[in-house]
């Protein structure tokens, strides 16, 4: 078992540009940690900065208190599993599992001990005599976990290993692997560009963008309370609406309509007096009332308990569209109008992107 520190860490390439900028971040000894951002942002890099498969252009990595930045990654007791699995073509699951084990020169009686025990934990003892041919997608991520294992290392170094799946079998192995992390217990840095992964699977995750570190803290304070407009787009599902307003007396003027603010947060719109700000709402934090505003809806999306409803606001020049979920029973179609009001879970955000405002 061990921590991950890292200090000050920065990649930069031979052709200037900058991939991590700077990055402080530590990972405690068997936490589950998710890094997570737009593609581009710096998270596989700085995954193979931790493995040892990219070279560290400034600051500090420790692992385990061991400062390792020029150490190979056979020294560093981690094992990482790829998006591609690199599963070896001819050789068998148990043959795929042990490799690692062989390449060490382990007794053959420990390795097979290790192999069937692994086996066993994953579900794989039935397809242990076949080759990865005969697999399926989750049963080939669930060898290349085996792989992993099987070196009982101390650190777990995961990137995109869901991506190849299924939506059906990605949300069935999601679960498998956050149960096997804890009972395993040992420290494990996942990469993903989901955030619907992101916020079920990590225990903290770390918000990217552009090389730059925006939020690390657990999926339920970066929900409720983002520390920026981009981590607040990022997380959730639908997106947050973002829609420019301006504070007058306890109320707000959004485009050609003047909204009620809910009276915990009047105080706050009066202290915010004449700005022009973003307003930050999440579809699920909108509710339909007579006494609110009338918008048309645009679009419907049925999904059963839920329905996602497309909302106008303005005129064709300046429209800003507006997403509310509302119960699935509830029957509204394309071109009505319905009213919405605001709630008392807002965000607000100052004209560089930056959470002014209380938390909710």
């Not at 990654?73 to 599993?81: H, N, S």
């Not at 591609?84 to 053959?108: C, D, Q, W």
Request: charged share 25%; glycine share 8%.
């Amino acid at each position: 078992m061990a921590d991950i520190s890292l200090t000050n860490i920065t990649k930069t390439y031979a052709n200037g540009v900058t991939a991590l900028a700077e990055l402080d971040l530590h990972v405690q000894d068997g936490e589950f940690l998710v890094l997570v951002g737009p593609s581009g942002c710096g998270k596989s890099t700085l995954l193979r900065m931790i493995a040892g498969l990219e070279e560290i252009s400034g600051g500090e990595l420790k692992i385990g208190g061991r400062l390792v930045n020029q150490l190979e990654p056979k020294e560093r007791d981690i094992a990482m599993v790829f998006q591609s699995y690199a599963l070896y073509p001819h050789m068998t699951v148990a043959e795929n599992i042990g490799f690692p084990l062989r390449l060490a020169k382990m007794p053959a009686v420990e390795i097979e001990r290790r192999v069937a025990d692994v086996a066993q934990l994953l579900e794989l003892t039935p397809y242990i005599d076949r080759r990865p041919a005969n697999l399926s997608g989750g049963q080939r991520q669930r060898v290349a976990m085996g792989r992993a294992i099987v070196r009982k290392p101390s650190v777990y170094l995961l990137d995109e290993p869901l991506s190849n799946l299924d939506a059906k079998l990605r949300d069935q192995t999601r679960s498998q692997m956050v149960d096997l992390q804890a009972r395993l217990g040992v420290t494990t840095v996942y990469v993903t560009h989901d955030q619907v992964e992101a916020m079920t699977m990590g225990h903290r995750v770390a918000v990217l963008k552009d090389g730059v570190l925006q939020q690390c803290s657990t999926p339920r304070e970066l929900y409720r309370n983002p520390v920026n407009k981009f981590v607040a787009g990022f997380i959730g599902m639908p997106s947050m609406n973002f829609i420019k307003v301006t504070a007058s007396g306890e109320m707000v003027n959004m485009g050609p309509h003047r909204l009620d603010v809910p009276p915990a947060l009047q105080n706050e719109i009066v202290r915010l007096e004449g700005r022009t700000f973003t307003l930050g709402i999440r579809p699920e934090h909108l509710e339909l009332s007579e006494a609110g505003v009338p918008l048309e809806v645009t679009g419907v999306e049925h999904l059963g308990a839920e329905t996602i409803l497309r909302l106008v606001l303005g005129d064709s020049e300046g429209a800003t569209q507006i997403v509310v979920r509302v119960d699935g029973d509830k029957r509204i179609e394309r071109g009505e109008t319905v009213r919405i009001k605001l709630t008392e879970k807002l965000h607000f955000f100052a004209a560089d992107g930056v959470r002014i405002g209380p938390a909710f």
